[in-house]
């Protein structure tokens, strides 16, 4: 195992969901702000039924939660700024702020 990779992996929680997912990009910008994105699954963040009636991804509301190894929690909108494959079950949140890590 790489134990390198442990600290990559990240808790997210959504209302009415919880899973886990991949820190794939962290671009420190400037002190104190940072571009984030995490892979993790697609049923993890959005509405999988509604999602496959209306052949398009449908994102559960508000925003996910996702909690770095830190301990740091940053929140990711769920909406354009992420990206998914339906019906392959994948999605990228994107974040764009402040991040103390």
């Keep these: 195992m790489n134990e390198t990779l442990l600290p990559s992996i990240v808790?997210?929680?959504v209302?009415?969901?919880?899973g886990t997912g991949f820190v794939v990009r962290f671009e420190r910008r400037?002190?104190?702000l940072?571009?984030?994105e995490v892979v993790t699954?697609?049923?993890v963040v959005a509405h999988m039924n509604d999602s496959r009636a209306r052949q398009s991804t449908v994102w559960r509301d508000g925003s996910a939660t996702v909690r770095l190894q830190s301990g740091e929690e940053l929140g990711f909108r769920l909406n354009g700024a992420a990206r998914s494959g339906f019906p392959d079950d994948w999605a990228l949140?994107?974040?764009e702020g402040g991040v103390e890590t």
């Design 93 to 95: 949140l994107h974040f």
């Design 11 to 13: 808790r997210i929680e």
């Design 34 to 36: 940072a571009v984030v």
């Design 41 to 43: 699954a697609l049923h």
């Design 15 to 18: 209302p009415g969901s919880r």
């Design 30 to 32: 400037a002190p104190g």
